[in-house]
């Protein structure tokens, strides 16, 4: 089978398995984000594998299932972070029900495996496309979309002048940090520092309205 129609087919999957879910049953705004956020990574994958010469078509087959084991409820950090292997286990044989080729299936399920902690729960070469799958998913999360959630999440509109001086100031130098991370291809990292450098722009504006709120 061609792996243009291998991407519909798991594109299909993941939006099925998802609609199926118990667990997303009643969350529906958690299950479009959780789609959505498949989908991101699988664009940001492909330009990678484009422009550093990947087998595009595998890259965007494992970004859109990287994260397909949240169709169950993780109850513990440790499931939560064992969320990669497990998406791994139910792609491999929906990899192998649309007639992938072995080898290409042992590098998309190593990649996804991988793509939380850098482990995997089976052998297997951690190559630059297994870890591209977790970079773009990284892209992604540093992007426009993340400053929202990250100030929805620690209820910013709710917080002190101080408080929100200190929240701002700390992820300055957070994002700061995150620059020195190492990605597999010069595109991801290209990529990373171009998300970085625009949530530090917005944080650093946001601090200097924040300053601004009181008189001087």
């Known amino acids: 089978m061609r792996k243009e129609n291998c991407v519909e087919l798991t594109k299909a999957f993941l939006k099925q398995k998802f609609d199926e879910s118990e667990y997303f049953f009643d969350k529906k705004a958690e299950k479009d984000y959780r789609f959505e956020h498949s989908v991101r990574v699988a664009n940001i994958g492909k330009i990678i594998a484009e422009k550093e010469g ?8 494992a970004c859109l299932l990287h994260d397909i084991s949240y169709i169950n409820e993780f109850k513990t950090r440790e499931e939560a972070r064992n969320h990669g292997r497990y998406s791994a286990k139910i792609a491999r044989p929906f990899l192998k029900e649309i007639g992938m080729e072995p080898e290409i299936i042992e590098e998309i399920c190593y990649g ?21 799958v977790g970079d773009a998913d990284n892209i992604d999360r540093f992007d426009a979309y993340r400053i929202f959630e990250n100030l929805k999440w620690v209820k910013y509109d709710e917080m002190s002048l101080e408080e929100k001086n200190a929240h701002t100031k700390k992820m300055i130098e957070k994002l700061e940090s995150f620059k020195n991370l190492d990605f597999a291809t010069e595109t991801s990292k290209n990529m990373w520092i171009e998300k970085l450098d625009y949530q530090i722009v917005f944080y650093k504006k946001l601090f ?6 009181e008189l001087r």
Do not use: K
Request: no cysteine; proline share 3%; glycine share 2%.
């Open 54 to 61: 990947m087998d595009s078509d595998a890259i965007v087959i």
């Open 112 to 132: 996804i495996a991988i793509h939380v902690d850098d482990e995997a729960d089976f052998p297997g070469e951690r190559t630059v496309f297994a870890q591209t």
């Open 208 to 213: 200097d309205q924040v300053i601004n709120s």
